[in-house]
């Protein structure tokens, strides 16, 4: 994938800015990055309700935009230490938080998000990867908070169970594993054939990737042994399929998506 137009989830918080400035280090110096702060319409209180008075309707409606205000202040404040120049966007857009991203991320080659750090975030501004990446139809990239964008990596890592959103997730990240060279694929089961794994090591391959298969043990919980080992290896990148299961099983068992999203201590790049 060539990546030429990111879009970076911006709602004002510390993991937004990470966002914003692992972007900003993708776009080099060719890249726009445009910041989307998308803000919901719910209000716990109709405003428009015939019994509120219109002094009331006034001090809710300044409240909101003062809200929305602050994060556009912050973004302002990003803008010059960048380096982006005109390649730099801002946009506001009102609607459902996550169907306003999903929407918009269609259009641009990736969609950039900041790893939930359960910090305070307005309501009105809040947002959830795992939603969007079912909804968006292009890859989600989620940010560690604090992710060191200047350091360097040797491989990338790829999760493979030779599902369809593993394979979109190949098909997505391609590009990036080119300018890498070198990917790890891991695989969680003991008793993957060669036959399972020969397939995509050729195709790897034939884009000119060196690409290593790696077994991991998955007897203390799939999710676990992702995140020890990208905390062993540090790898530049972890690319995965996201939900092959249905979403609402996800969130009731805590699925291997939601806990990798979570606590990754690298780059998550999420295909659905």
């Not at 400035?21 to 719910?42: F, I, P």
Request: glycine fraction near 6%; charged fraction near 25%.
């Amino acid at each position: 994938m060539s990546v030429h137009n990111i879009l970076v989830a911006f709602n004002g918080a510390d993991s937004a800015v990470d966002a914003l400035k692992y972007a900003a280090s993708m776009a080099g110096d060719q890249a726009h990055v445009t910041a989307l702060l998308a803000h919901s319409t719910h209000e716990v209180v109709n405003s428009r309700a015939a019994w509120v008075p219109a002094k009331a309707r006034e001090i809710i409606a300044q409240a909101n935009e003062d809200i929305l205000g602050e994060v556009e202040t912050r973004f302002e404040a990003l803008r010059g230490t960048l380096g982006l120049g005109e390649r730099l966007h801002f946009r506001r857009v009102a609607g459902r938080v996550d169907t306003v991203l999903a929407e918009a991320a269609r259009s641009y080659d990736m969609l950039i998000i900041g790893q939930d750090t359960s910090e305070a975030v307005d309501d009105h501004v809040s947002l959830h990867p795992d939603r969007i990446s079912l909804l968006s139809g292009r890859p989600i990239l989620v940010v560690p908070h604090g992710y060191d964008t200047e350091a360097r990596h040797t491989h990338a890592a790829l999760v493979w169970d030779g599902s369809r959103a593993a394979a979109r997730a190949l098909s997505d990240s391609l590009g990036l594993l080119e300018e890498q060279g070198r990917v790890t694929v891991l695989t969680l089961t003991e008793d993957t054939s060669s036959d399972q794994i020969a397939p995509v090591m050729e195709h790897l391959q034939r884009h000119d990737v060196k690409a290593e298969h790696r077994a991991l043990d998955p007897t203390p919980g799939p999710a676990r042994a992702l995140l020890s080992w990208c905390k062993d290896t540090d790898p530049c990148m972890l690319l995965m399929g996201a939900h092959e299961h249905s979403k609402f099983r996800e969130d009731f068992l805590g699925g291997i998506t939601t806990r990798v999203l979570r606590d990754a201590p690298t780059p998550v790049l999420l295909s659905h």
